[in-house]
């Protein structure tokens, strides 16, 4: 079983509607990145988090510490939004980070 | 430029054959990190540097070495290229302050064993 699992591996919306992805670790962190990526792009750093609820725009982090699980939402969602979207956790002061396989989105206009 | 640079963007080589994959990063990072990333792995950290000199392994070392004179510059080295190595390297770093712990990623180095 890998540290984190992510899910739904692929997910495909319409213009519009609202989106989560789930990510579930099995260690102890501390903190959880939401990356983004884009079809042969590079990563982009969405989120850092180590409690609560974070907002950047229309992308919504909440953590849950206690159930180890964490979601990333995103409203309004938009076929720019189309990218992997990728789930990491911290355990040690350095940075290293353990990655979730991605959760693959499309956006249909 | 400011950021971090990764060079080259794309390689094409041939087993057998040594290949440097060069990082490069303007903030004066501390710790700097070499993941390859694969269908069906996801990201996998290879080594990652504290600060100059200091180097420690990661999940999937074997057949990389690196190195690391110079604070900005972190090369990878595929001694002897194996199709195995065949893969998306993408370099990353870091500032010291413990409450800085985002990532920077480079753009990616695609490099492809015949």
């Known amino acids: 079983k890998n540290e984190v699992e992510q899910s739904p591996q692929n997910l495909t919306a319409q213009e519009g509607e609202f989106i989560t992805i789930n990510c579930s670790y099995s260690?102890?962190?501390?903190?959880l990145h939401w990356l983004q990526q884009h079809p042969g792009g590079g990563i982009v750093s969405l989120f850092m988090?180590?409690?609560g609820k974070k907002k950047h725009g229309r992308l919504i982090a909440t953590i849950n510490i206690q159930e180890k699980h964490s979601s990333l939402h995103i409203t309004a969602s938009h076929p720019r939004d189309s990218a992997v979207y990728i789930c990491?956790?911290?355990?040690?002061?350095?940075?290293?980070?353990?990655f979730g396989q991605g959760t693959i989105l499309t956006v249909h206009p | 430029d400011a950021g971090i640079t990764q060079s080259p963007r794309y390689k094409i080589t041939e087993t057998g054959r040594q290949v440097t994959l060069m990082c490069h990063q303007t903030w004066s990072h501390s710790y700097m990190f070499w993941y390859r990333q694969d269908l069906g792995h996801g990201l996998r950290l290879i080594y990652y540097s504290a600060a100059a000199d200091i180097t420690d392994k990661g999940e999937v070392p074997d057949g990389y070495v690196v190195s690391r004179s110079k604070t900005e510059n972190f090369p990878l080295t595929l001694e002897s290229a194996t199709r195995s190595q065949t893969s998306v390297y993408f370099c990353?770093?870091?500032?010291?302050?413990?409450?800085?712990?985002?990532?920077?990623f480079g753009a990616g180095s695609r490099l492809t064993v015949l």
């Open positions: 988090l180590s409690s």
């Open positions: 990353a770093s870091r500032t010291a302050y413990s409450g800085a712990n985002v990532l920077t």
């Open positions: 260690v102890g962190i501390s903190a």
């Open positions: 990491a956790v911290s355990g040690t002061s350095y940075g290293k980070l353990t």
